[in-house]
């Protein structure tokens, strides 16, 4: 699928009602309020963020703008990597404390802080990675690849447990996703609010340069091809059928339906007969 060619082939209106944004969230404004001056200054009807940020971390944060929030809930639920400065209570060596950090890999459980919104009862996280980066004396910058919903302030806190106590004191998110900081359109809020003036202005260059089709969402879901018979009536909400589709399903429960370069649908796999999936957002 050429993202690059569909972006070419839209107009900035339609960007704007089907795309995300990548944005370099600084330490300070909730992740809320970021989605709400995103959405103020574009004019939207609606947008979302993608994966809660706390106040004081910075870092990658997607805005899906419009009809993209819809999608939400396919690009939140992805591992996340951070950076971060942990201090250390007492001095350690540093292979002692790789070797403590080592031992997180793996299922772990955690209790949400008493400071989240999210009900505190205890929940299976996965650590990917927990590693130290640099150390210098009782600072260390270290690296964390977990599952998403994983509290590392709360992971830190319990590595402190293990080697006579730790706190974070710094934290950022460089990769939520398929969404990282190293994305050519990945941009502070100042950027986006010099593109806004200039798209004011008559200018869409800057803007356009930011915005990400969300058809993006191919990088995360197989894609199946549908006939172009079949397309008026998949808009509007026909499950698939077998005759509908060429070639194979792919082996996922999910999948993105297409009509060459044209995005029709999220879709999730059904067994009732000819009815081979039912659509659970439709690009209508």
Known sequence: MDLEKIKENKTIKELLEFSILNIDKSSGPTSFQVDIYIKKALGLKKSSHGGTLDPKVSGVLPILLNRACRLSEYFMHKDKTYVGIMHLHKEIEKKELEKEMQKFIGKIKQIPPIKSRVKRQEREREIKKFEVIEKNEKEVLFLAEVEAGTYIRKLVHDLGEKIGGAHMTELRRIKAGIFSEEDENFVNLYQFKEA?????????????????????????????????????????????????????????ERFVVFCGERFIEVAKKSEEGNIIARPEFVMN
């Open 196 to 252: 806004v003036e200039e798209y004011k202005k008559g200018n869409e260059e800057m803007l356009r340069k930011m915005l990400i089709p969300a058809e993006i969402i191919v990088k995360i879901l197989p894609v199946v091809q549908v006939k172009s018979e079949s397309v008026k009536q998949l808009l509007n909400g026909k499950p698939l059928m077998k005759y509908d589709v060429i070639g194979e399903l792919p082996n996922s």
